[in-house]
C-alpha cells in the first residue's frame, strides 16, 4: 500500500512570506507527526495529532506556526511570515493508532532565501 | 525535562560489530525504540523495546534495561549500507499521548 506522502518535496521561499506543507498519512492511521530537522541534526517534535482529540502542540516554535488535520487524515503545516532560520526539512509521520512504529515521509527541503 | 544521550559519532569497518548506546531520563517511560535514517533519506523502524532484555532481527539487536535507564543497539557483520545516523526514541506512556522523545542520532561511518 502506499506510505506517508508529503509535498512539495522542495520549496524554496523568499524571507516573509508564508508557506503551506502538505501531508498524506497512511490510510487507517489516526496518529499523525510533524517534524523539522536541521542539517546534520536530529528530530525536533513539532505537533501531534491523535485522532478527534485536541493537537500536542508543545513542539511548535513560534505562533507563526499552526497545523492542521481535516477528516482525520491530510495535514497542513503552515508558516507564516518565514523566517531563514525556518530554513529546513520537515517531516511527516503516521502511526496506527495502538502502535509504536512511526511511518515516515520523504520530508519537504524548506529554503528561506 | 526530558533527555535522551546517544554518541554524535561512531566509526567502524566492514565486518566489525558495533554498539551504540542510549541513555534517558524522562518523565515517564513506557518503551525505546530505534530508527534509521540513510543521508537524505527519511527515518525508518529498526526495533522497540518495552520489556528488558534483547530483541534480536537478523544483525541488528536491541537491549533494554530499564532499571538503569539504558538502551543499545548491537549492529553486527556491518556493511557499507549500514552508514547511516541511528536514533533512539522513547515512547513516554501508554495512554492517548503516545509522542516519542528523540535523540539527536548517532552518525554511523562504516569504511572498508
Known amino acids: 500500500g502506499a506510505g506517508v506522502s508529503q509535498s512539495p518535496s522542495n520549496k524554496v521561499t523568499e524571507k516573509g512570506k508564508d508557506v503551506e506543507l502538505r501531508c498524506d498519512p497512511i490510510s487507517g492511521h489516526t496518529a499523525l507527526y510533524w517534524y523539522r530537522q536541521s542539517l546534520g541534526q536530529g528530530l525536533e517534535f513539532l505537533i501531534y495529532?491523535?485522532?478527534?482529540?485536541?493537537?500536542?502542540k508543545s513542539g511548535l516554535p513560534s505562533d507563526r506556526f499552526s497545523a492542521e488535520r481535516t477528516g482525520g487524515s491530510v495535514s497542513t503545516l503552515t508558516i507564516q511570515r518565514t523566517q531563514q532560520e525556518d530554513s529546513a526539512v520537515y517531516l511527516c509521520?503516521?502511526?496506527f493508532g495502538q502502535g509504536d512504529t512511526q511511518y515516515f515521509g520523504p520530508g519537504t527541503r524548506l529554503t528561506v532565501l | 525535562g526530558q533527555s535522551l544521550e546517544q554518541p554524535s559519532e561512531v566509526t567502524a569497518v566492514e565486518g566489525a560489530i558495533v554498539q551504540i548506546n542510549c541513555t534517558y531520563q524522562t518523565s515517564g517511560f513506557y518503551g525505546l525504540s530505534w530508527y534509521q535514517q540513510h543521508d537524505g533519506g527519511a527515518p525508518t523502524f529498526l526495533s522497540y523495546?518495552?520489556l528488558d532484555g534483547l530483541e534480536e532481527t537478523g544483525r541488528f539487536s536491541s537491549f533494554l534495561s530499564r532499571s538503569d535507564s539504558y538502551g543499545y543497539l548491537l549492529l553486527q557483520e556491518l556493511q557499507m549500507k549500514d552508514s547511516a545516523s541511528y536514533f533512539c526514541a522513547v515512547r513516554l506512556n501508554a495512554g492517548n499521548n503516545r509522542k516519542l522523545i528523540w535523540g539527536l542520532g548517532t552518525s554511523l561511518a562504516v569504511n572498508p
Open positions: 495529532f491523535q485522532g478527534n482529540s485536541a493537537p500536542d
Open positions: 523495546n518495552a
Open positions: 509521520a503516521s502511526s
